[in-house]
């Protein structure tokens, strides 16, 4: 079975453009979360999708968006990109909304804004 | 509020057994999951915790203590390819959110 897949797998885009993310999960996987990891330090929590309904949300700003389509696929859209904004964008898949069940990631997508 | 804490780093020789601890606070808990990641690469899911106890998977162990929001991670036979970074992630209830920290890097020596 192929694995959560991300697209692009690099990116370069300039301060104040738009960029979306897109995720596949794993099949059968209902519950997409997006996790932004800065050089260095540890993956964190933007959004979590299940069943296409927001279920989470971490401390970052309203430029950060995120949806999720009918077949769980998911998009994550940033806005007026900073500086700041250039990391590894990953994605998690997981089988259902549960504190228990195992989250997979994708080999992410490296954006650098300049 | 939270917080969460490892040590940074931790080296090693080929052959050998680190433990990779962590202390935790966060609310709602619901159990600690242990990931590994190479450098340039994602996170891999290494093991899970749910209860207090000793959790089994091949070379890796993980432990939890709820009542000391304690847990470590247990590598034996330590292999060159385990150089890479650890991080412990604490969940709660009905969601996916996992809570990062900076994690432990871990290297190991010939």
Known sequence: ?114 | GQSLEQPSEVTAVEGAIVQINCTYQTSGFYGLSWYQQHDGGAPTFLSYNALDGLEETGRFSSFLSRSDSYGYLLLQELQMKDSASYFCAPRGYNTDKLIFGTGTRLQVFP
Do not use: M
Request: aromatic share 12%; hydrophobic share 30%; with cysteine.
């Open chain 1, 1 to 114: 079975d192929a694995g959560v897949t991300q697209s692009p797998t690099h990116l370069i885009k300039t301060r104040g453009q738009h960029v979306t993310l897109r995720c596949s999960p794993i099949s059968g996987h209902k519950s997409v979360s997006w996790y932004q990891q800065v050089l260095g330090q540890g993956p964190q929590f933007i959004f979590q999708y299940y069943e296409k309904e927001e279920r989470g949300r971490g401390n970052f700003p309203d430029r950060f968006s995120a949806r999720q389509f009918p077949n769980y696929s998911s998009e994550l859209n940033v806005n007026a990109l900073l500086l700041g904004d250039s990391a590894l964008y990953l994605c998690a898949s997981s089988l259902a909304l549960a504190g228990h069940y195992e989250q997979y990631f994708g080999p992410g997508t490296r954006l650098t804004v300049t």
